[in-house]
Structure formats: C-alpha cells, structure tokens
C-alpha cells in the first residue's frame, strides 16, 4: 500500500487539475453567454462568485465593486483566493514536484511549462481577448496533462487514487452547474430570462462540455426537461452526476479495504436513482438537491481521508472515546 502522504498527495493533484479545467471552461463559456444577454439579467457576472460560494471573500477584497474586470481577477489571477485559476495550478505544481518519482516525466515538463504561460499572461487579463486566450490554453494544457496521465501510467494505487480524485470533483462541479440551472425553472425568472431559455440550457451544457452529447442522446431542441436527467442520470456522458458517482465507487472499490467510502458512495447512487426528475421542475428543489449532493460529496471526501490519507488520527480518536 502507498504511503498516506504520498495518496493524499496526488489525489488532491488530481482534483486541482480537474478543477482547474472546470473552472476555466466555465469562465470561457460564462463570458461568451453574457456577450449574447442583454444587461438586466439574473445571470450576470456576479453569479461565478455565488456559484463558488465566494460572496464574503470577494467582498472583503473588492467591497462592493463587482465588475467584470473584478470578478475575473479575483477568480484567475488573485491568489488570495484559493479558488483562483493561479491558486489552483499552483496547488498542481506543487503536488507534482513533491511526487515527481510516481508520475510520467512528461508531466512536470508540461505542468512547469503551464505553470510559466499562466504567469506571464496574467497581467493582461483585463482584456477580454486576451483572457478568453489564457482561458483556451489552460484548458489545452490540462487535457494535455490528463492526457499524459492515462496514456502513460500503470493502473497501479497511484493511478486509483487520482481517477477517485477526479471523478469526486467532477461530480461536485456538475452540482454547482446544475445548481445555477435552478434560476432557470424558477416560477419567479423574469421575461427576460423566459425568452432567453434555449441559449441559456445550451450554455449550460457548453460548461460541462455536453452540448453535442446531448444532441446525438436527445435529438430535439434544447430545454431545462431534457438537459436535467441527462446532465443527473444519463450512464454513459463521463460527466453526469450518475456516471462520475458510479466511476468513483469503480475506482474505491479497487483499493485496499476501501468498506467505509464505499458505503457512503452507494448511498449518493441511491439517493441518485429515488429522485422524481420531473417533480425537481418546480421553483427550489433542484437547488435544494444540489446541495444535498455537495454536502454528501464533501462527506464521501471525508470517508476517503478518514480511511487512507490519515488512518491513525481515526484510531486516535477511537482510544480517546474508548478512554
């Protein structure tokens, strides 16, 4: 068995990896939504900072001054967030530095370059065309990362513990984005969003890179009562929260006395499967269900922690209470 530091290590690399694709495709897409969109929208740029559940630590670094230059810096280049795309990729470095021996040669070479690019375009992202630029090259770049993982590795413990790492934080961001689909089939959206629905689902999908696997499984024009169980239930999209849930429960299952997370991941499959989709259509249950599901996840993390990254400190406790 792998050390616990040494797991804990690149799973969290993988997870920072992932993430910081995630957040990237969704500012690139967020952006070009609000180009379409008239001004007087529920969705506007401040939504990112709600869907991060970011709104106290950009208020106590920016006030009140949400503009569009404000929330992309605090979400790309400000590194007092630790959500920020510089955060996040610096979080990646470092894990692969401190693991270079577990992993192919080519990912510090990638990462480091990565790493360089990100730094050095920075400071222009106050321009829309340029940060829309930064935003298509770090995607590359991850992809080109991940890419180098799975085409190079041995489906050793190194390799489970990153592909658990990876699917829990997919899994989490498809929540978030179907979170902000909740203002879409609210009973209060004003005209304006009504009128704007299609391109609004579409871009939804667009987020999670989803648009043309829809199309080719639904085959009809887009709306919220298709895009919802695909984007939940659908077995087969790499993205749906069904299919990341049950790829996680894949992957813990191949580890070393992997009981106690597996529990908790078969509950998340449950819960997943006794959902009415179609009654979720009414204003707040998707929102509600949303954050169930992250609670849960962040749980399922913890049973992950619990059961390989820091075993003793569990039976620490054990003696404390037995004490």
């Not at 375009?121 to 993982?149: A, D, E, F």
Request: aromatic share 8%.
């Amino acid at each position: 068995m792998m050390l616990s530091r040494v797991a804990e290590r690149v799973y969290w690399m993988s997870r920072y990896l992932e993430r910081t694709e995630n957040v990237a495709r969704l500012l690139n897409v967020h952006t070009s939504l609000l180009m379409d969109l008239p001004g007087d929208m529920e969705i506007n740029w401040y939504t990112l900072i709600k869907l991060f559940n970011a709104d106290e630590l950009f208020r106590e670094h920016y006030g009140k001054e949400a503009s569009e230059e404000n929330i992309m810096r605090f979400l790309i280049a400000d590194k007092r967030n630790p959500g920020s795309l510089a955060s996040l990729f610096l979080s990646v470095r470092e894990n692969v530095r401190t693991s270079l021996d577990l992993l192919p040669d080519a990912t510090w070479e990638q990462v480091n370059q990565t790493h360089i690019i990100m730094n050095n375009s920075l400071s222009s992202i106050s321009s829309r065309h340029s940060r829309q630029n930064l935003l298509r090259t770090l995607l590359k770049q991850c992809q080109t990362i991940r890419g180098i993982i799975d085409g190079h590795m041995s489906r050793d413990n190194t390799y489970r513990f990153m592909q658990v790492g990876k699917y829990l934080e997919r899994a989490d961001m498809t929540s978030r984005i179907l979170e902000m689909g909740s203002l879409l089939l609210s009973k209060s959206r004003s005209n304006n969003l009504r009128k704007y629905e299609g391109i609004l689902w579409t871009n939804l999908l667009q987020a999670l890179s989803a648009r043309q696997m829809y199309q080719q499984r639904v085959r009809s024009r887009v709306k919220g009562s298709d895009v919802l169980p695909f984007l939940m239930m659908d077995g087969d999209f790499p993205r749906s929260l069904y299919y990341t849930i049950k790829a996680t429960g894949h992957y813990l299952n191949q580890l070393p006395e992997p009981e106690m997370p597996l529990v908790m991941q078969q509950r998340l499959i449950e819960y997943l499967e006794e959902q009415d989709i179609p009654s979720l259509l009414p204003e707040g249950q998707v929102h509600t269900l949303m954050d169930h599901l992250q609670s849960e996840l962040g749980m399922l993390h913890a049973d992950i922690a619990t059961t390989w990254f820091y075993p003793d400190r569990d039976e620490q406790q054990q003696l404390q209470v037995q004490g």
